[in-house]
């Protein structure tokens, strides 16, 4: 019998902390494996696959993540399946909407802008709920001097002191449309502490580990030991300047996706 096969669009939600990222690998558990696990069940068989829009590391969450789907001999009751494949995912997985594309959509090559968010707090140590969804800075931070190192980072750039193991194949310019620290309305809860901030960071694609870089960056201008002429230079072409402080994986949140009109 020939293939005929449905393409789909799923939009996810989850929190990162108790997994290894995104992508599927043995011996760990992550988000992928978990999903495809689930959707096993509901469909009882495996003729699918998922492509995820981006990655996230371990212990990294996503507010916002676009999958495909892609499902073989099989057209789903969008309506009846949502509320079936939502109520059996894992309770830090949750599938916020689901629409059907086509075979000339491909979620890896649509441009597309992400926004991330790194949540952070400084001072005294803070309650440890809070430590799945924010970085907690012992000690104080110049929050003044952090925004105006944030704004430095936008615009087109060459961003290899911010790219985690560059190979020669590695693009090392990328533009940043927006960057910039304020103070966290975005999330709450009654642990976390009475103030506390995020960086808010959007483009079209980023390296790995470069947002967080960026994090370690403005937290130790933050701390005066860097100042805003380090952040210039490493912005410079062909820099050679390294960062040796890579922020913690569990404050950084894949916020939002949003799909260009091409």
Not at 35 to 41: D, I, K, N
Not at 86 to 93: A, G, H, S, V
Request: some cysteine.
């Amino acid at each position: 019998m020939k293939r005929k096969r449905y393409y789909y669009l799923l939009t996810l939600q989850y929190l990162g902390f108790r997994y290894h990222g995104w992508q599927k690998q043995p011996d760990v558990n992550t988000v992928q494996r978990m999903t495809e696990r689930t959707l096993a069940y509901v469909f009882g068989h495996k003729n699918f696959k998922l492509l995820a829009a981006g990655r996230t590391d371990a212990k990294v969450s996503a507010n916002e993540i676009l999958i495909e789907l892609f499902l073989d001999n099989e057209k789903l009751d969008i309506e009846a399946f949502l509320p079936l494949f939502d109520k059996n995912l894992p309770q830090d997985i949750r599938v916020l909407d689901i629409i059907e594309t086509d075979e000339k959509f491909n979620i890896i090559q649509h441009p597309k802008v992400k926004e991330y968010v790194y949540l952070f707090a400084f001072g005294e140590k803070y309650h440890p709920f809070a430590a799945p969804y924010m970085t907690n800075v012992l000690g104080n931070l110049d929050i003044e001097l952090m925004k105006k190192g944030a704004k430095l980072f936008e615009g087109t750039h060459y961003l290899k002191t911010y790219c985690y193991k560059p190979t020669e194949h590695t693009v090392l310019e990328g533009t940043i449309a927006l960057c910039e620290i304020i103070e966290n309305n975005l999330f709450t809860a009654n642990f976390f502490p009475e103030t506390s901030y995020l960086l808010r960071v959007k483009g079209e694609g980023f390296k790995r580990h470069q947002i967080r870089m960026m994090m370690g960056t403005l937290i130790l201008l933050g701390k005066h030991e860097l100042d805003l002429d380090f952040i210039q230079r490493s912005l410079q072409p062909n820099s050679d300047l390294e960062v040796n402080y890579i922020a913690p994986a569990s404050g950084l949140i894949l916020n939002k996706m949003i799909l260009k009109e091409k």
